[in-house]
């Protein structure tokens, strides 16, 4: 699942707001003016798909004892990625490092 990053989120945010701005305009305003033209219910459909896409890209929230399920399972995963894995000093010497 992707999340979306801060600045993401920021753009979709003001794009909802400039469409609610728009909504408001087109029915504060209304007859006689450029604001009438707008299609509402296409304002609307467009935020709502805004709001859609903002929540079904959230991160979920974590509660503590998730928080510390998380944390050892990456302990664990990184406990099983150590073994077998060279050291330092058998990367940078690897001739020295050898088995007989």
Same mark, same amino acid.
């Given at each position: 699942m ?6 993401? @989120?920021?753009v979709l945010?003001?794009?909802?707001k400039d =469409?609610?701005?728009? =909504? ?9 003016t ?5 299609d509402q ?13 903002i929540?079904?890209h959230e991160?979920p ?5 998730r928080?510390?399920?998380l ?8 406990e099983? =990625? ?14 020295k490092? =050898?088995? @007989?």
């Amino acid at each position: 699942m992707e999340f979306l990053s801060n600045t993401e @989120r920021e753009v979709l945010n003001e794009q909802k707001k400039d =469409l609610e701005t728009q =909504l408001r305009d087109s029915r504060e305003f209304g007859a006689g003016t450029p604001a009438a033209a707008m299609d509402q219910a296409a304002i609307q459909k467009q935020i709502r798909r805004i709001d859609t896409v903002i929540e079904n890209h959230e991160p979920p929230k974590i509660t503590g004892n998730r928080k510390d399920e998380l944390a050892k399972e990456c302990r664990e995963i990184d406990e099983a =990625l150590k073994q077998g894995m060279p050291t330092r000093y058998e990367m940078d010497h690897p001739a020295k490092s =050898l088995e @007989r």
